[in-house]
């Protein structure tokens, strides 16, 4: 994997970039689809590639090792040949799931149990085993297993926590390093910054990080419940130490606002479920604003979702058709939907990239923010 | 509207013909999607066109005057301005989904009282008001307010329903010819041979609806549990009497083996919830027989869904991802499965139409019929 910086802004830290994989380039900073089970909910991958332009999609891996199960995709030659994405994927390390399950699974130094949510049966996921997953997975990027803490989360657990994600990572990267992929391209491995909102542990975290020298850095626990200046703050502090040459992943972030201010804080790669969540619940995100298309103020307006925006699907229907669509629970409605808000996802990391490399973000941004905020 | 045949088989009572409407041609024999309330389930409209290769599609008048409702769609400028499909449109009468809520509802010579299954809200379809309806919704064929018998029904019952539905042929005939479309273009009126099982029924009902001499015939009150040979039998009295000249409408069949059956006694329209409904549950129709998606012997099978017949969805996705995404219920499945299912539906009635105009329709459908209902 190589990362090239193309351009600074000079108000800010934010970066526009290029990360070159096996499987193609990705233009940073980017946001990532996420594709839970191999697809992204709602939407074909046609329609991924060509409408929305994602350049990466994420997969999870607790998800894929319950169904299809590792014998399947290793048979079908990894997770890109069996969903036909021929494009970059990131696989999170399957914790955040495992420790979603609060009430039955047990932390120990060794791994994680924890029972499956389809189930019930009983897995173990360990630094190691999560590395070998992630390889038969065949994800061209791939997370260290960490533990995500809850917010609030108290000092000494958090302490505790931080320094057992560290021993972690050294037998994440011992397995990584010693074991090759299986599909013949480069995978690699991204190591993750924890320390919940304290910080010292956030700074104590992004040093050893940084001192595995890995290729490129991922900033976890955030976006978890605690007030957004807090995360920017911790973010703003973690991207102070992470080297600059490397890419920067903010893990399960969030709101375009969220989005635009962590940009300017030096993060490169996104990915949230927002998009599509929201979108089956027919919250839009437009570049004019956002929209319950529930609300009865749309039912007769015939004008298209997103004029501005652009794209097939975001032109094409009026906001009257999508409502009703919606309200009448048509599938069709979580497919336009959620397509439309990645399309705007993708469009919004673009701009700022645009913006970026024009040496205008930091204004642009500031307009932003309060434009894409704002309820229509 | 106007029909030309181009082609008739020796061996049958099939033809190939064609259907101009003001929103375009309908090559016989067709099969039309149903898009119960303004959209086909888990299609766009987009694929509807370029992969599906639909010529025509169905909508529910009692699912669109209860949702978006009649005030929406006339604001709308019709359903075609309303869901983007620029092509024919087709509207039933509303009939067959009143007489379905079978608690809530009382057949009167006047006309229908019903609740509605969303709100309980009490409403009247009457033949005048279903024409006024249809009008508003803008079809290009609408369909005569009929009463569609269930299967078993005793012998008395079926003869005073066809009564009062030819009754109420006379006044849907009456209304539709005195009032114009909202819209600019022309719409035309099928009217709808019942009778049940009953051979003197179907014949009187045959001969009376030919006599009103409008542009297209439909058989209503068929493929409602009856036996299959039964339901052929019915056809095949049924077209020796209805008009050569004017397409003939076999309403709610079925399955791609009734669908060729039916086009081999000389019937030119179909439509089916079958393709998209079975999709939702996994049931596949393809060119070499019926698959069962959700059955374990397909669970590493990587072979394309059906490479024969050929269109992105079917050749791009395996039958090991499909499964997938049907057993772990992701939309996607439902996504995959109809745009596939509809394919082959287009694609059967298209072959039907070739072989027609090429000589050798009865031999290629006695072998179709056989290869098509086979499980794989």
């Given amino acids: 994997m190589k990362f090239d910086i193309q351009a600074t802004d000079s108000q800010s830290n934010a970066r526009a970039g290029e990360i070159t994989t096996d499987h193609g380039i990705i233009q940073t900073p980017i946001f990532m689809p996420v594709g839970t089970v191999g697809s992204v909910k709602a939407v074909h991958q ?60 047990k932390i120990k130094e060794e791994g994680v149990t924890f029972r499956s949510h389809i189930d019930g049966s009983k897995h173990i996921f360990s630094p190691e085993y999560v590395m070998d997953i992630q390889r038969i997975i065949g994800a061209d990027i791939i997370m260290a297993f960490d533990e995500c803490t809850p917010y609030p989360c108290e000092y000494g657990y958090a302490r505790k926590s931080l320094d057992m994600t560290h021993r972690w990572l050294r037998r994440c990267c011992d397995r990584f390093d ?65 080297p600059k040459d490397k890419p920067r992943y903010l ?29 089956r619940h027919g919250l839009l995100f437009t570049t004019q604003g956002v929209i ?38 048509e599938y069709l409605a979580a497919q336009i939907a959620s397509v439309h808000n990645l399309t705007f996802y993708l469009w919004l990391v673009g701009q700022a990239r645009e913006k970026i490399k024009e040496g205008t973000f930091t204004e642009w941004k500031n307009q932003m923010v309060k434009q894409v905020s704002q309820r229509l």
């Fill in 46 to 105: 046609r329609e991924l590639e060509n409408d929305i332009k994602a350049q990466i999609i994420l997969g999870n891996t607790y998800h894929l090792y319950l169904r299809p199960g590792l014998n399947v995709l290793q048979k079908a030659g990894g997770l890109h040949k069996f969903n036909g994405w021929n494009h970059p994927i990131l696989t999170d390390s399957g914790g955040y799931q495992v420790y979603s399950l609060a009430n039955t699974r």
């Fill in 292 to 329: 319950n298309i529930k609300n009865e103020k749309w039912k007769d307006d015939f004008s298209p979702i997103d004029e501005t925006l652009g794209g097939y699907v975001s032109t094409f229907h009026s906001k009257a058709y999508l409502r009703h669509l919606l309200i009448s629970q």
């Fill in 178 to 242: 010693s074991i090759e992929g299986l599909y013949g391209y480069q995978q690699t491995l991204f190591p993750i910054v924890q320390g919940s909102v304290y910080k010292d542990l956030r700074k104590q975290s992004a040093e050893v990080i940084a001192s595995f020298e890995r290729e490129g850095n991922a900033i976890g626990g955030l976006s978890v419940g605690e007030p957004a200046e807090m995360m920017y703050e911790m973010t703003e502090l973690v991207c102070n130490i992470l």
């Fill in 251 to 279: 893990m399960g972030v969030g709101t375009p606002a969220n989005i635009l201010e962590s940009i300017a804080l030096g993060v490169d790669m996104f990915d949230c479920v927002m998009p599509t969540r929201n979108a």
